[in-house]
């Protein structure tokens, strides 16, 4: 039968009458090839249609057929009448088995790209996993290092807080060499027991190490939380450890000197064959609270040196830099051990042991300097005078000090950080409230809020607490001064 240019709906029954049509038909029009099977022409071709009523939802439907195939939209005559009227019987078919063949397409694709996705999460996850337990797999050597990089490592943050430790992790390390990598350095972490830590726990208190015991149980708990928070092993092997239970309470010191052993320290300074300036060490160790990093950081603020270099000394020889001004009648640290600046302010007291420093100044800007003025002297060269002269005939050392037992004090042995703490306790005796003692030892508050919301460090309370501290110790020095007078000098 003949095609008729422009009309519509016109039966084909053969593909060369398509074909001829497709030649002369123009954009918009439609060659009826069957039931509800449509060629209609565009400005790109002509292309198969498919027109049924839905059974789902009732409206008509124009489906162009191939449309969502992988390759693309497909016309006449790649896809042919033959081809055409096949696709249109199957998708006639399940119309009258009430399916719309569009919506289910639609819903295919939908539930093939949830379906896609959800492999591609699992594979993700999968991936993930991988990855993970791949990290897991670190040594306690590698686990370590990371410890030590990530929470050891001495910085200054951006906020200037500072973040690690003094030495970066040097002293933990050494033990870890020592007491730890033999035993477990090369197992994995995530492969470590809680038999595993006992074992390196127990070779030492077996030998009677307790400390070293303690010390190794407080370090290897901080790394195992370590990993722990960052998914490097899923269950702490240290969990369920008791402290005290496996190593015992660690002893803390509470030596305090008495004000006997006060008088009795005066009484024997002089005698004892310390260095003059260690002398003055003690007693303004004693009427400052001051930490002995500090004293021996201490320098003088008339000095012209360059503070940058000071700063640079100080760091190496690990003391805190401070600044003594005599006319001021201050000791300003402009950093400490918690970060904040502390001024001291300085009593009659501690101002005649100054001076009395001042009168042995040479060239350097050191209050303590070392013995050729290049920096401070050393930290352990003034805790040695301390503890040689706090021994017994059997424990003396050779080439030491002969006045073995020279300093020793009714209660024991005793330390310059046990000084700090006497001067603590003299000052609670006096009635001086702690809040303004803890500012005297330049003690950080406990409450986060309260160290936020409170900034007054009570300068005026200080001072006044440090002239109660040093008038206190100078009457107690005064008895001893009076009762010299009276007696026979003692013979070395």
């Not at 290897?220 to 939380?225: D, G, K, S, W, Y």
């Amino acid at each position: 039968m003949g095609i008729e240019k422009g009309t519509r709906h016109k039966v084909a029954i053969r593909h060369l009458e398509v074909r001829a049509w497709v030649k002369s038909a123009e954009a918009g029009d439609e060659l009826r090839a069957g039931k509800g099977l449509y060629l209609r022409r565009t400005q790109a071709g002509a292309f198969w249609v498919y027109r049924y009523a839905s059974p789902v939802t009732g409206k008509q439907v124009r489906a162009q057929l191939w449309a969502d195939d992988n390759g693309g939209i497909v016309g006449f005559p790649e896809a042919s009448l033959e081809e055409a009227e096949a696709r249109a019987a199957r998708m006639r078919a399940a119309v009258l088995d009430g399916i719309d063949p569009v919506l289910k397409a639609e819903q295919d694709r939908e539930l093939a790209q949830l379906r896609h996705e959800e492999e591609r999460a699992q594979r993700l996850v999968a991936q993930q996993a991988a990855e993970l337990e791949q990290l897991r797999r670190v040594s306690i050597r590698t686990l370590f290092d990371r410890w030590c990089d990530v929470e050891l490592k001495s910085q200054t943050l951006p906020s200037g807080e500072r973040k690690g430790r003094k030495d970066s992790g040097a002293l933990a390390r050494a033990q870890f060499e020592r007491h730890v990598f033999d035993h477990i350095g090369d197992m994995t972490a995530k492969d470590v027991t809680k038999a595993d830590i006992l074992r390196v726990i127990d070779a030492q208190t077996t030998e009677g190490k307790q400390r070293t015991a303690q010390m190794l149980f407080s370090e290897l708990r901080q790394m195992f939380a370590f990993a722990m928070d960052r998914e490097l092993i899923a269950v702490d092997p240290m969990a369920t450890l008791k402290k005290a239970r496996v190593v015992g309470k660690g002893a803390q010191r509470d030596r305090i000197l008495s004000a006997d052993e006060i008088r009795r320290l005066a009484d024997a300074l002089p005698l004892a064959n310390m260095n003059p300036r260690s002398v003055c060490a003690v007693w303004l160790t004693l009427a400052t609270g001051c930490r002995i990093g500090e004293l021996m950081g201490a320098t003088w603020a008339d000095d012209r040196a360059d503070r940058a270099i000071l700063q640079a000394v100080a760091e190496v020889e690990d003391v805190k830099l401070g600044f003594v001004d005599l006319k001021a009648r201050t000791w300003y640290l402009p950093d400490t051990k918690n970060g904040r600046d502390h001024t001291i302010h300085l009593s009659d007291f501690a101002l005649k042991q100054f001076n009395e420093l001042a009168t042995m100044r040479q060239t350097s800007a050191w209050v303590f300097p070392s013995t050729d003025n290049t920096g401070p002297v050393c930290l352990k060269s003034f805790n040695k005078q301390l503890s040689d002269r706090q021994r017994t005939d059997e424990e003396r050392m050779s080439n030491r000090s002969k006045a073995v037992d020279a300093l020793t004090l009714p209660g024991g042995r005793w330390t310059p950080h046990d000084l700090r703490r006497t001067a603590a306790s003299l000052m609670a005796g006096m009635g001086i409230s702690g809040d303004v003692i803890d500012e005297c030892l330049n003690h950080q508050i406990e409450s986060r809020v309260r160290r936020v919301y409170i900034r007054d460090r009570r300068e005026a309370d200080q001072a006044r607490a440090f002239d109660a501290l040093g008038a206190r110790l100078a009457g107690l020095v005064q008895q001893i001064e009076s009762e010299t007078n009276i007696r026979p000098l003692r013979v070395a």
